[in-house]
């Protein structure tokens, strides 16, 4: 009887402990209490499970993914190719980098027929879905002549949001609408860069932040080097949406529509923009800033006629000189207190880090920011 009453409390106790053990590295999913990502299994279970996709995870360690090759790390989200699909599953929670990084994500993928959305999210879609405060380094996706929508990040953006991310290094080559960040936009970009990347579009529509934007891209930048048959920007490649507080100094090749800062501007606005990166095209529709623009505004947009590519009528060219003259930006009405700054007779203008009245550094203004302001000013008045 007692041995009967042991093995039953074992049972029990057992019971207990693994309902209690959270997946992941912890936590149960909620935005009080996000699943903690620490290691590259934790993240590869992402995609492994489509239940979690409209959770919040946390990650809490740098992560290095190179022991998944070929398409073995499970891609988080999917999506048809059809936006009103119902067979789509798109990433609708929240992934927090919590300025962690993932190094070396690979992905080579030729498929056989047309096929959408590669990257380590696939799909995100959702009022409150976000990817925010990651870094991803040293990217290798590859693509091959049917894949469209690929990037290291996201491959497909569709109501969601990519916030304070960046991509480093690395390459991405798909058939068409490439990027660092997001293959296609329909939501917002904001206050995130691609540096030093490799992005090539087979067929075309490439962009170093992304490869078409239908939405918003604010106070982003890029280099490196964007390539591929047309529609080629050193930001953008293709923008049907808007463009502000934003810069290129990325080289630009293509055979068509190539742009410094985006390849074609198709009824879009493109607003406090500069691009420095030289260009390189034989067709006619090429410019410094933009390609091409058909029914789109640019104003207040610069660059560089000593370092970029031709005039083609499209924004304002200005020697290298006044492009690192503060007084050429802030006469056009650019914000040099809360978004840009310049080294003057330096530098290009540049993002600020953090605005102007964020004393903590934590990405807005509000009274902490006071009660630093004011400690400090107490601390001088009692002197």
């Known amino acids: 009887m007692k041995t009967q009453s042991f093995l039953i409390l074992s049972m029990v106790v057992l019971l207990a402990t693994s309902a209690s053990v959270s997946a992941y590295s912890g936590g149960d999913g909620s935005p009080e209490n996000p699943y903690l990502i620490a290691t590259a299994e934790d993240m590869n279970e992402i995609g492994a499970d489509s239940n979690d996709w409209n959770k919040h995870f946390l990650l809490v360690a740098d992560i290095n993914l190179a022991d998944y090759t070929g398409t073995q790390f499970n891609i988080i989200g999917y999506f048809t190719g059809n936006y009103i699909s119902p067979e789509n599953k798109p990433f609708t929670g929240v992934f927090d980098g919590n300025r962690h990084t993932i190094s070396n994500f690979t992905y080579e993928y030729d498929p056989p027929i047309w096929s959408d959305g590669v990257g380590i999210f696939c799909f995100v879609d959702g009022s409150n879905a ?7 380094i040293a990217p290798c996706v590859f693509g091959g002549e049917y894949l469209e929508g690929v990037s290291a990040l996201v491959g497909i953006i569709g109501s969601g949001r990519i916030n304070n ?10 058939y068409s609408y490439i990027a660092g960040l997001a293959g296609a936009n329909h939501g917002i970009i904001s206050d995130s860069y691609v540096q030093d990347a490799n992005v090539a579009g087979g067929r075309g529509i490439a962009g170093a932040i992304a490869g078409m934007n239908y939405g918003q891209i604010r106070n982003c930048w890029s280099n490196g080097f964007v390539q591929g048959n047309w529609r080629i920007g050193g930001l953008v490649g293709v923008n049907k949406g808007t463009i502000s507080n934003c810069y290129s100094m990325a080289s630009v090749m293509a055979d068509d529509y190539a742009g410094g800062l985006v ?3 198709f009824a879009g606005n493109i607003l406090n923009c500069y691009s420095i990166g030289e260009v390189s095209s034989d067709s006619s529709h090429v410019g410094g800033l933009i390609g091409s623009g058909w029914y789109s505004i640019a104003v207040s947009c610069f660059w560089d006629i000593e370092t970029g590519g031709p005039d083609n009528g499209i924004g304002t060219p200005l020697l290298t000189a006044q492009m690192q003259t503060e007084s050429t930006f802030t006469d056009a009405g650019w914000d040099f207190i809360e978004i840009w700054d310049i080294g003057e007779n330096q530098t290009y203008p540049f993002l600020r880090i953090y605005p102007a009245g964020d004393l903590n550094h934590d990405g807005r203004v509000d009274m902490l920011d006071f009660a630093i302001f004011a400690s400090r000013w107490l601390k001088v008045v009692g002197q």
């Open 263 to 265: 390849g074609e501007n």
């Open 130 to 136: 976000e990817i925010k405060n990651l870094g991803i």
């Open 165 to 174: 991310c960046y991509v480093k290094g690395g390459k991405i080559i798909g």
